[in-house]
């Protein structure tokens, strides 16, 4: 996996030696603080929404928490999902964690609240992938065994989501029927034993997961708008359903784990899209590295300066009982 990392990451070195600097600096200082403060202003909307969300699942199952814990979870996802490539999973294993030690989820409770809230989230951005494939097809004219290779991972992916949420009871019980032994299947059948006993609290409850998946194409609808409002600020004329496509075409492709965060894939796809639609490479990268670090770094940040914030208040209230 290591090869494919310094593949990546010079091809990346590639991209970015073809870039005009100066022009790439030109346009960063179009934007001024009010356009940065509209940006802040929208990703922390998206982050409320995913507390609330977390919040709702957790009450579902049974263990009410409060918004600061949640904060606290999802600080510490943060940080793990962006060291970790493609779809995060370093992450999601962090908020499971937290959950057990700091707020007494059993390790089924925690399993089912991560799983259920990206399994829902997941559905969403793949619900939402098709049409912007389709729209992509139509502007493009993709070649036929793309389209067929597209869709057929996308409804596989749709399928296996729909087993997980609807039904891993049916999962279960075929693992255990199965005469295999390996490690994969083992843990599998493991940890389906203690998801599906936490799941059992929330799985009548459809209009809670009916709501849940709602919320999460709101969060995620509210990706294309941000984007939208970046390039209308840096002067560009582009439909509302080309920026929609860009942005969900780009977050599919960043969950290839190449490169932590989807780092490159990410960037390389939201540029090539861009090129076909009239913008240069150098606006191109400006606008991706300026989405990125609102809708990515930021809260990488934010959530290292909370972590340290957050381990010094302990430290200290700890020196100051044991004076």
């Known amino acids: 996996m290591k090869k494919y990392h310094i593949v990546v990451l010079l ?7 073809q870039f005009n600097v100066q022009d790439y600096i030109l346009s960063m200082k179009n934007l001024t603080w009010d356009i940065w403060t509209t940006l802040i202003i929208m990703q922390l909307l998206s982050f409320i929404l995913l507390l609330i969300q977390w919040k709702r699942i957790s009450l579902a199952l049974g263990k009410e928490v409060t918004f600061k814990q949640m904060v606290s979870v999802n600080m510490k996802g943060v940080f793990y999902e962006t060291i970790t490539p493609g779809l995060k999973v370093g992450g999601e294993v962090a908020k499971a964690v937290t959950l057990v030690n700091e707020m007494d989820f059993t ?3 925690a ?14 951005l793949i619900f939402l992938s098709v049409f912007s494939f389709v729209f992509l097809n139509f502007e493009i004219q993709l070649p036929k065994s793309a389209v067929v290779l597209i869709y057929f ?3 596989a ?3 296996l989501l729909f087993v997980i949420l609807f039904i891993p009871e ?16 083992t843990k599998t ?3 389906l034993e203690k998801y599906t006993v936490a799941f059992n609290r929330i799985k009548n409850n459809k209009k809670e997961i009916f709501f849940q998946f709602l919320l999460s194409l709101v ?6 708008f941000k984007l939208y409002y970046i390039v209308s600020s840096l002067g560009w004329k582009l439909s509302f359903i080309r920026v929609f496509a860009v942005t969900i075409i780009s977050y599919v492709a960043g969950m290839v784990p190449l490169l932590p965060g989807g780092l490159g894939s990410f960037e390389g796809t939201m540029v090539g899209l861009f090129l076909l639609w009239g913008i240069n490479k150098e606006q191109g990268l400006v606008i991706a590295t300026i989405f990125r670090f609102i809708t990515f770094w930021l809260l990488f940040f934010i959530s290292i300066v909370y972590l340290i914030g957050r381990k010094a208040h302990k430290s200290l209230k700890g020196a100051l009982k044991g004076a």
């Open 107 to 109: 390790s089924a409770q």
């Open 111 to 124: 399993s089912a609240l991560v799983v259920i809230q990206k399994c829902i989230s997941i559905s969403a």
């Open 219 to 224: 969060v995620w609808a509210l990706f294309p």
């Open 11 to 17: 091809l990346l070195a590639l991209l970015l030696s």
């Open 189 to 191: 059948k493991s940890f």
């Open 170 to 185: 049916k999962l279960y019980n075929y693992l255990l029927k199965s005469k295999s032994t390996g490690k994969i299947v």
């Open 153 to 155: 991972i996308l409804v």
């Open 157 to 159: 992916l749709l399928l």
